[in-house]
Structures are given as C-alpha cells and as structure tokens.
C-alpha cells in the first residue's frame, strides 16, 4: 500500500492538535511516574525479588493507597466507555443498572474481604487459588479457580484497549485504509504499560491511579455542571432520552430502549446488580488490590469510602443521556454508528480542546491502570497455581517474582493480539462470559471463608456445572437485530419466562450441584484434603504472626523478630 | 467455642509479637449484639437498592431528574454511611475482643 496517498486520518476526522497533544504530555507524564514508581517504598533488601513485593506492591498499602489503586482498578476506562454507551444506545436496564451494582458490592465487600485479607496475611496466599489450595488440599479445584481467573481476566484487559481506541479514534487517529497505522499508537501505548509494569508491579498503578482518579473526577464534575445548563436543564435532557428511547424502532417493532423499566424488566435490572456485585471481587484484580493493602480493616473502611465513585460513574451514566440531547454522532473509522465513541465524542465536541484532551486522557490512562493491574493478578496466578502448584514446586521468591514478571507480558501481548486481530465483538462476548465464570469461583472461594462443610469434589462439580449451563445459555441468547450468538447476558430461567441475569441462574445452580454433592460424597465417605488454616487465621489482624514466623519460632525460641 | 468472656491462659496474656502456637485464638469469644447491628444495616444497603418496583417511577422528579434516577444515586450516600456506621461497630468490638486475648497491650491504639 502506498503510504504517502494515506492520510492519517480520513477526511471526515482531523487530528485534533491540541486536544492530541494534552493527551500526549499527560501520557508522558504517567509513564514517568510509572517508572519512578519502583522505587516508591521499596524494601532495601529485597527489592522487587518476591510476588509480595512486585505483585502486592510490598503488602503494605494504606487507607488513601488503597481509594486510589481500587477506585482506578474497578472503575476500568471500558466502564467509563461502555456505561454511557449502554444509556445512549437501550437506556435504563443494560446502563443504569450499574448504579445499584456498585452500591450494594460494598456491603458485600464488607462483610466477604477482610476475612480473606486475614487468612492470606496468615498464610502469604498471593491469589484467590492460593486460598482455596491451602483451605481444601486439593490441585483440581486450585487450578479450577486459578484458570477461571486468567481466563476471565484475559478479555478484561483486552476491553482496556477498546477504551484507548476509542479515544484514539474520536482524536482523529487511525484510518480505515491502513489498519497498522490505526493500531500504532494503541501498540506504543502498551508497550510502554508493560515495560513500567515490569519493572515497578503494582506500584506503578497505584501511583498512577491517583493521576487518572483526579483528572476523570475534574472531568465528570465539570461536565455534569456544564452540559446540563448548556442543552437547557436536566429537564430537557431527560425530555430527549425519553422520546429516544421509547419511539418504536420499524425494524423489530419494539422500543429502542427502556426509560423506566417495566414490571417485565424488574428481574433483569436486579440480577444484573447483585450477579456483577457479587462476581467483581471474585476478579483476581480485586483481590490483588485487597490483599495489597497493609491491614485487615483497610479494606474495611475503604467499602464505606469507596462509593464515592460510584457516584461519579452514576453521572457519568447520565451524560450518555446528555449526548442523546446534544446530538452527539458516534461515526466510526468505517462510517458507521459505534456507540462507544458517545462519551469521548461529547468531550471534543461541547469543550475547548485543551480539556477535551484532559477528559480523553482521563479515559486512555483509566486504561493503563486496571489493564496494569489485570496483568499482575493473573501473571500472580499463573506463578502460583500452575507454574509452582504444577510445574515447579521448589521455586523460590525470587523465581516466583522472575516468572510472574514475564507472565504479565506475555498476557498483555496476548491482550494486543486479541484486539488488533480479532473483531472488538469478540473481546465483548469473552467478557460477557468471563463475567459468568468468574461468579463460579464464587462458592469455593466464599464458603471456604466461613466453612469446611462443602467436599473439595463436589465444589469441583459445582464449578463445572455452572459454567457449564452458563456458557450453553449465554450461547443462546441471539441478538434480535444481527442474529449474532452471544446477544446478551440476559435470558430466561429454564422453564419460564423470567428474564434474569444468566450468571445467578449458573450460581444457583452451581450451590445446588455443591451441596447435594457434599451430602452424597459424606455419606460415601470421600477423602477429604487436608486443610492448613484454622479458626484463629480468619480473624488474625496486622499484630498477630504469620504462620510461617509461628512455625519458625515456635517452639524452639519464645522472641523473634516476628513482624520485622 | 468457649463462653468465656476473658482468656484463661495459665501463663499470662501471650503478647501480640511473640509468635505462638498456630492454634490459640487471635481473638476473644464475640458479643453477638455488635454483629447483628452490622448486619441488619449491611442487608438494608443490599436489600433496599435491589428493590426495583419500589423506584421504577417518573415522578416525583429532582431538578427535572426522574425519581428512578436520582433515588438510586441518593442510596450510594446511604450506603456508605450504613457501612460507615456498621465499620465503627465492629471494629470496636474487634479491638475489645483482641485486647482481651493480649492482655490489653494494644488499648491505648488508635488507628
């Protein structure tokens, strides 16, 4: 192909300049810090030698730390991306309800997390899978979890970089000729991400989400002041969505969206909030984030602070309504409506460029951090889970860390590859479906917390029948308009016709196998695997010793330099 | 579970920084009163967002803001004040039930 006949951009979308060049410098910026950040509190000894100290950023993450890592490792640039474009596009049902989601996961989060936080401390379980090995003794159901998790998280961080090209695309980067030239900037920007992941680990995230957490809170809270009393009031705002989404589209007779929902839609809207609530902490980023921090109630009172995003991303939501007023056209490279582009787009076109470029740069870095993060937690799980658990069960820290290190690469290649040579569509199914899987993690990982009464076996089958009825189900659900599989990730309970969120449904399921199961393998009686933790981890805070420090001192010395 | 409120360990308190056997408790037995608060506010800020007939209307709007919208936003406040709350409360008694068992060496702690 003839590179000088191909513009950078089609004609249709110039390179914002100014706009292009904040984002630059604020990307320069970050990456900076992302380098500096390996030597933020860094152990003199050790250095970054340890999955401790480079995955779990040296355990010792404090209550603002902790706001700024979770708040930027939840709250992905695809949320900022998808939220609004799910209001813009269908409205209430498949946008809103991400509102209720993020408010009742605090409670959840709450009530599940610091107990997880005191067996790990205890035993110096890096990953969710670390737990349920050492809580059941056995591999099967540790390398269930583990896979589960890496391969929900894969597609996770693959829809970072649809975030990133969505804000590529509205700066007038790309073009729909020459599809290298479209990706270069996404390729730069990633290998940047993975160099300062390398050599900072988690630092380098929680140190940038700060930057992004404060540039997409300025954004947001000047947008949500501004548009309003520009297109004439939320009244009108919600006048314009309301019109929009209740006109009866020709093509399949039905409205295009859903204002209020309806009594049909009620079960949809809360199974969409309580499967996701209850799914997002059984994330290997999650936990990563939780088992970073330095002590056990951190996790605590960040539940009761943390909402406050959740706030912003309900603003956030409504602005896909505000573009609905406004006008805003979502034209992709390929000239056809993409509604991912609505947020961005509203930015470029009701603000000067200079903050536009703040805004896109809020998004572009909002990316960075969890896809940073993202990586670390399944690299973590690889290491420990299949690397040690399988491969090498003599690796020491150092090899763990060295492993760890390269895994997280190779993962964010992986997630590289994906997008550029697969259809976006393709990342958005996968997540759909990871979101189902990871809640299968859900009984192993949260019963273990409270009880050993479930058999290893019969979590095991559980597990495998929940992804089993979730996938088929997921499969099944054919979009209306495209006859595409994978529509969706709402569908009726078997045998009637109440709309639910499919992952609940694969839940229920999952406990019922699990428990008959256990009373069927009891009776039998099965072998049961041995157990390494005890009543007294599950409360264990800061103060009390780690096991490991109990085994060695005890009981030959009665000192020890136990926390040193 | 022992009903006892203090530890009865023959030795003394063991102190919080001298690794101990794996199996003695890191904290006293629980008052259930404490628990039972958390978690009735808990399943209020889980129950309550979750119940869409209660919200699914138009009116009463705010500021021209249908009330399905902003009643769901006026809950992440409530929320977190419940859990707020429900944080003082047990952590309280977490720091009771840990200083009975370590002989009140951590008492005069504030974090």
Same mark, same amino acid.
């Given at each position: ?564 | ?32 009163? =404490? ?6 506010? /808990?399943?209020?800020? !889980?129950?309550?967002? +979750?119940?869409?007939? #209660? $919200? ?9 803001? =249908? ?6 936003? /006026?809950?992440?406040? !409530?929320?977190?004040? +419940?859990?707020?709350? #429900? $944080? ?24």
């Amino acid at each position: 192909m003839n590179a000088m006949s191909v513009p950078v951009a089609t004609p249709d979308r110039p390179v914002n300049g100014v706009a292009f060049t904040v984002v630059i410098v604020l990307f320069l910026v970050v990456a900076v810090v992302g380098f500096l950040a390996a030597r933020w509190r860094a152990g003199e000894k050790s250095g970054l030698h340890s999955l401790d100290e480079w995955g779990l950023g040296g355990r010792g993450f404090g209550t603002w730390v902790t706001w700024f890592l979770l708040g930027g490792d939840l709250y992905t640039a695809y949320t900022f991306v998808a939220v609004p474009a799910a209001m813009w596009a269908t409205g209430a049902v498949s946008g809103f309800f991400a509102v209720p989601y993020t408010i009742v996961l605090y409670p959840i989060v709450f009530v599940l997390m610091s107990r997880l936080w005191s067996v790990s401390h205890r035993h110096g379980f890096v990953t969710p899978a670390d737990f349920v090995g050492g809580r059941y003794g056995s591999r099967v159901l540790t390398v269930a979890v583990a896979v589960t998790g890496i391969v929900a998280t894969m597609p996770y961080i693959a829809l970072q970089l649809v975030g990133i090209k969505a804000v590529l695309t509205v700066l007038g980067l790309g073009s729909a000729e020459n599809a290298l030239l479209t990706d270069l900037p996404l390729i730069v920007a990633f290998v940047v991400l993975a160099a300062y992941t390398y050599t900072s680990g988690l630092r380098a995230p929680a140190l940038i989400a700060v930057v992004k957490d404060l540039l997409i809170y300025l954004a947001v809270i000047v947008a949500v002041i501004y548009l309003p009393i520009k297109f004439g009031g939320w009244d009108s705002i919600f006048g314009a969505a309301q019109q929009k989404l209740t006109a009866v589209s020709p093509a399949t007779g039905k409205p295009a969206g859903v204002f209020i929902p309806g009594a049909s839609s009620y079960s949809a809207y809360w199974t969409l909030a309580l499967g996701s609530a209850l799914a997002l902490f059984m994330y290997p980023h999650s936990i990563t984030g939780v088992l970073a921090t330095k002590s056990r109630n951190t996790i605590r009172k960040n539940a009761a602070v943390l909402p406050l995003y959740s706030l912003m991303l309900g603003f956030l939501a409504l602005l896909g309504y505000v573009a609905i007023s406004a006008g805003t056209k979502p034209i992709d490279l390929n000239g056809t409506v993409n509604p991912q582009l609505v947020v961005p787009q509203l930015f470029l076109d009701h603000f000067p460029a200079w903050f536009a470029g703040i805004a896109l740069a809020a998004i572009a870095i909002g990316a960075l951090v969890p896809a940073a993060i993202m990586s670390i937690a399944a690299a973590n799980l690889f290491t420990r889970n299949i690397y040690r658990d399988l491969i090498r069960p003599t690796a020491d820290p150092r090899q763990e860390a060295k492993v760890s290190k390269i895994a997280s690469l190779v993962v964010k290649f992986g997630a590289l590859v994906f997008v550029i040579g697969m259809d976006q569509s393709a990342a958005i199914n996968m997540q759909l479906l990871g979101g189902i899987w990871i809640l299968q993690t859900f009984p192993a990982i949260v019963a273990g917390l409270y009880t050993r009464w479930f058999h290893r076996w019969a979590l095991f089958a559980g597990w495998a029948a929940g992804i089993l009825y979730g996938t088929i189900a997921a499969y099944n659900v054919v979009n209306p308009a495209t006859k595409a599989h994978f529509g969706g990730s709402v569908a009726a309970i078997p045998g009637t016709d109440i709309q639910v969120y499919i992952a609940i449904v694969a839940f229920v399921i999952n406990i019922l196998v699990a428990v008959i199961l256990t009373l069927v393998f009891r009776a039998m009686k099965m072998a049961d695997g041995r157990d390494i933790t005890r009543e007294s981890d599950y409360g264990a805070d800061e103060h009390d010793p780690k096991v490991a420090e109990i085994e060695r001192a005890y009981p030959l010395s009665e000192s020890g330099d136990a926390l040193g | 579970m022992s009903s006892a409120d203090m530890p009865t360990s023959p030795e003394g308190p063991a102190r919080p920084d001298v690794p101990t056997d794996h199996d003695m408790p890191t904290r006293s037995p629980a008052k259930p009163a =404490p628990y039972v608060i958390a978690g009735i506010l /808990l399943a209020i800020a !889980i129950v309550v967002p +979750l119940f869409v007939p #209660s $919200y699914s209307s138009d009116s009463p709007r705010l500021a021209g803001i =249908p009330f399905f919208y902003w009643y769901q936003m /006026l809950w992440v406040p !409530i929320t977190a004040g +419940l859990v707020g709350i #429900s $944080y003082q409360v047990v952590v309280r008694e977490d720091r009771r039930r840990r200083d009975a068992i370590r002989g009140g060496v951590g008492q005069g702690e504030v974090r």
